[in-house]
């Protein structure tokens, strides 16, 4: 099987002493987090070694507050609230419904934020000057929900009904994955989850109606529930794509997107550390990931039963046997 390179820890204590020049001698600062993930979560290690290799290490002087919602995204305010009354430094905050709890708790401690598109969300001005308290990483959902479908059809050739999970949330996306889908001459519905005990309901629907394959849309709520996603398509024998490159390693058929490690390592990661150090929120522009994977699990298809076209297989970046 083909393996995604590990990130080792290596280097970090060697390497803090002189990333730690500019902050504040016998200070302990503070990172609150309010995630769809726990801390444990392997793309946070790279986040981690980052703020290691710059100077700030977990139980010398650096404290983490944790808050994973996972699927109770009922409860995100509640914990920005007492995120805020903790007086931590940085808010770090996953998904709109979370970063705009966070926002409503407070004006003044800075937030770094990661959803599909922060400018149409609202929850900033725009990508280089996002103003307030707030920036952080927009994923570019939007645009790569069409790509997407785009593979998704060339590794099923014949497709002709397609479902679609998404947000209760998303807006604009949609009207767009509907128009790119006629063009291609494929029924497509969309079923908007607001809840995860939606989920499995809205996937039987899916396949009830004929639906040959499905596209998960980006979304804390479905990110948080991909395993009863893969769990159910898998029972169904419902071919899947998915956002991120890690989601087809864990089961998932197909994923394209950017890579988990690499957006928290190499964007959300130096945005906690120049905030830390007293940047602000206002200037440090919003980031965008560049770089993006096509990952496919053979193991996953055999068991779907599914033979993916040569031609299609030779454009993944990654192929899982």
């Given at each position: ?83 805020v009354e903790a007086h931590v430094d940085v808010i770090y905050a996953a ?227």
């Amino acid at each position: 099987m083909l393996r995604r390179k590990f990130i080792t820890l290596l280097g970090g204590v060697a390497a803090w002493p002189f990333a730690a020049i500019s902050q504040e001698a016998g200070r302990t600062y503070r990172i609150g987090g309010l995630s769809v993930s726990p801390r444990d979560a392997s793309f946070f290690v790279p986040m981690v070694e980052y703020l290691r290799e710059h100077g700030f290490i977990e139980g010398q002087n650096l404290t983490v507050d944790w808050h994973d919602y996972g699927t109770r995204i009922d409860l995100i305010p509640k914990f920005a609230e007492e995120l805020v009354e903790a007086h931590v430094d940085v808010i770090y905050a996953a998904g709109a419904v979370a970063i705009r709890a966070a926002q409503q708790a407070t004006t003044t401690i800075p937030i770094v934020g990661i959803t599909d598109d922060m400018v149409a969300s609202g929850l900033v001005s725009s990508l280089a000057r996002p103003g307030g308290n707030t920036t952080g990483v927009s994923v570019l959902a939007p645009e790569l929900n069409g790509k997407r479908q785009e593979i998704l059809v060339e590794a099923l050739p014949g497709l002709r009904r397609m479902g679609a999970l998404a947000d209760a949330n998303a807006a604009s996306q949609l009207q767009e994955l509907q128009d790119a889908a006629r063009e291609r001459d494929i029924a497509l519905s969309i079923y908007r989850i607001a809840q995860p005990e939606e989920i499995s309901a809205a996937i039987d629907t899916a396949k009830a109606s004929s639906a040959e394959a499905l596209i998960v849309l980006s979304s804390p709520v479905l990110n948080g529930a991909r395993r009863i996603i893969m769990e159910r398509v898998a029972a169904l024998g419902l071919p899947t794509i998915y956002q991120f490159p890690e989601e087809a390693e864990e089961g998932g058929l197909i994923a394209y997107g950017p890579r988990l490690v690499h957006i928290y390592r190499e964007l959300i990661a130096p945005q906690l550390v120049k905030l830390l150090r007293g940047s602000k929120p206002a200037d440090l522009p919003v980031e965008q990931p560049t770089k993006f994977e096509l990952v496919v699990n053979l193991k996953t298809a055999k068991q779907l039963g599914l033979t993916l076209p040569e031609a299609f297989l030779a454009r993944a970046d990654e192929i899982i046997e």
